[in-house]
């Protein structure tokens, strides 16, 4: 199977992290994490490998979430440009390409891995790891992501295509956005993608993603308030 779109090379079962777009530079810089072990898709018998991760949304409260996911990140319940804390989630992600085949075999696993240890451990092999984030509305359509992961395996998700590879093949840019001490990565992909910009910036080994969802856009100086607003969170 060709893929004709770089979130092809990702999948998740529901929620906010629908989104597939590799990261360190390109969410810059995940939600999921792309590592250098082989370009995807450079042999015939890896076209069809993906990164899968499920999640689900969350009511736990921010000292169980932090403690189940491991590492802390506080969501505001509002954040610049008005937009209202709606609902959490948290999810499991895998940093081991596989096959649609291999993840319907372990899915199950998987989801109930969100929140089970003993689960989490028999996927060893995938090297898995949680993920957490926030969906915020403003008004009806206006609706913005914030995702986070632990920034070693976002990175190693994105290593797998590559920042050059994301640039020359698919035409996706990162632009360094300074905000305050943090080096942020403002990220814009093709119209033809029809995704939405992403700001992606790391801090104390999680990395951080803001972008739209459904119809929504955000421009860079609205995604840097926000950015600003949940800094200061954490």
Do not use: H
């Amino acid at each position: 199977m060709k893929k004709e779109n770089i979130c092809d090379y990702f999948a998740d079962n529901n929620c906010i992290f629908r989104r597939r777009i590799p990261l360190k530079f390109i969410f810059p810089v995940v939600l999921f994490v792309v590592q250098v072990v082989y370009p995807l898709g450079a042999a015939e018998n890896q076209a069809d490998l993906f990164f899968y991760s499920s999640s689900m949304t969350s009511d736990l409260s921010d000292e169980n979430r932090i403690a189940l996911v491991g590492f802390k990140v506080n969501f505001p319940d509002t954040i610049e440009s008005a937009y209202a804390l709606e609902s959490q989630s948290i999810g499991v992600g895998l940093s081991v390409l596989i096959s649609k085949d291999v993840y319907a075999k372990i899915e199950k696993q998987v989801t109930e891995a969100i929140t089970d240890d003993s689960e989490m451990m028999k996927l060893a092999e995938y090297k898995p790891f949680r993920q957490c984030g926030a969906i915020y509305r403003r008004g009806i359509n206006d609706v913005i992501v914030i995702a986070t992961m632990p920034t070693e395996k976002y990175n190693t998700v994105e290593i797998g295509i590559g920042r050059e590879k994301l640039e020359s093949e698919y035409g996706i840019t990162f632009t360094p956005v300074k905000i305050n001490e943090f080096e942020a990565y403002w990220i814009v992909y093709p119209d033809e993608m029809n995704t939405s910009p992403a700001l992606s910036w790391d801090n104390q080994g999680v990395t951080y993603m803001v972008f739209g969802i459904n119809e929504t856009r955000i421009n860079k100086a609205e995604a840097v308030s926000i950015a600003k607003s949940v800094m200061l969170c954490n």
